[in-house]
């Protein structure tokens, strides 16, 4: 079944590319608009061969990193004691709702003017697309921990340590783990959205160079590069999950 569904994965990209390349080839579009895959292939070996592609794909992969790394820690830790604590709900969810009814595209310009257009405003806004996913989701895995189990604990004298570390954090962890699947996509929309607006490296700021001197193939290179950081780290979360989940699949045999 796996292998079926490989091949088909494979076989939908090799149609695409095809499709892809025809329509360069025979549409009327001139090459600084849609240039071929040939023509792309040709440009990401050219970033690759004068090392221009893996310094800013290496910059925008730290500002994703730390970005997603600050942003679900601080997004873990408030979500925890937002879920223990209707009272801390209560006044911090106007807050919380409001900061996702304004779109980051916009208020990114004034966060890179108030910090500048250096890393930390990069990591600033990662941190803040990141941070209300993972929010949401640790306090739904908190809160989904059955009553009835931390009376069960209680009632066997447990510590408050071992609450945490043997009850909420298990049956929260599949939920927090999902949330965390998000948020290292998003990470990856953050770091770009801020290099766009203002950078002198990463990737944002290839397209914006590439752009500018209707390189489009230059352009497709950084999108693709992209593209391969975010499927690394949605891999490497999956990963995680089956490595941190794997009682589940035994329990559910």
């Given at each position: 079944?796996k292998n079926?569904?490989?091949?088909l994965?494979?076989?939908?990209?090799?149609?695409?590319l095809?499709?892809?390349?025809?329509?360069?080839?025979?549409?009327?579009?001139?090459a600084?608009?849609?240039?071929?895959?040939?023509?792309?292939?040709?440009?990401?070996?050219?970033?690759?061969?004068?090392?221009s592609l893996?310094?800013?794909?290496?910059?925008?992969?730290l500002?994703?990193?730390?970005?997603?790394g600050?942003?679900?820690?601080?997004?873990?830790?408030?979500g925890?004691l937002?879920?223990r604590s209707?009272?801390l709900?209560?006044?911090?969810?106007?807050?919380?709702?409001?900061?996702?009814?304004?779109?980051l595209?916009?208020?990114?310009p004034l966060?890179?003017?108030?910090?500048?257009?250096?890393?930390?405003?990069?990591?600033?806004?990662?941190?803040?697309?990141?941070?209300f996913?993972?929010?949401?989701?640790t306090?739904?895995?908190?809160?989904?921990?059955?009553?009835?189990?931390?009376?069960?604990m209680r009632?066997?004298?447990?510590?408050?340590?071992d609450?945490?570390?043997?009850?909420?954090?298990?049956?929260?962890?599949?939920?927090?783990?999902g949330?965390?699947?998000?948020?290292?996509?998003?990470s990856?929309?953050?770091a770009?959205?801020?290099?766009?607006?203002?950078a002198?490296?990463?990737?944002g700021?290839?397209?914006?160079?590439?752009?500018?001197?209707?390189?489009t193939?230059?352009?497709?290179v950084?999108?693709?590069?992209?593209?391969?950081?975010?499927?690394?780290?949605?891999?490497?979360v999956?990963?995680?999950?089956?490595?941190?989940?794997a009682?589940?699949?035994?329990?559910?045999?």
């Amino acid at each position: 079944m796996k292998n079926k569904t490989s091949l088909l994965g494979l076989s939908s990209i090799l149609l695409g590319l095809l499709a892809w390349d025809l329509l360069a080839r025979f549409g009327s579009l001139p090459a600084f608009i849609l240039p071929s895959p040939v023509d792309v292939w040709v440009r990401f070996l050219k970033a690759v061969t004068d090392g221009s592609l893996f310094f800013h794909a290496g910059v925008t992969l730290l500002e994703i990193v730390m970005g997603l790394g600050v942003g679900t820690l601080l997004a873990t830790v408030l979500g925890y004691l937002v879920a223990r604590s209707r009272t801390l709900e209560r006044a911090l969810s106007p807050y919380l709702v409001a900061s996702q009814a304004v779109p980051l595209v916009a208020i990114a310009p004034l966060l890179v003017i108030w910090f500048g257009p250096g890393m930390f405003s990069k990591v600033f806004i990662c941190s803040l697309i990141v941070f209300f996913p993972v929010l949401v989701n640790t306090i739904v895995g908190v809160r989904a921990v059955p009553a009835a189990l931390h009376d069960l604990m209680r009632s066997y004298h447990a510590a408050r340590r071992d609450i945490l570390f043997k009850l909420e954090v298990p049956s929260a962890l599949p939920i927090f783990l999902g949330g965390l699947r998000i948020g290292a996509t998003l990470s990856v929309i953050g770091a770009v959205v801020g290099e766009l607006v203002g950078a002198d490296s990463g990737l944002g700021f290839l397209i914006n160079v590439g752009r500018g001197q209707y390189d489009t193939a230059l352009v497709f290179v950084a999108l693709f590069t992209l593209m391969a950081l975010a499927l690394s780290l949605y891999g490497l979360v999956i990963l995680v999950e089956r490595r941190f989940l794997a009682w589940q699949e035994s329990v559910e045999r």
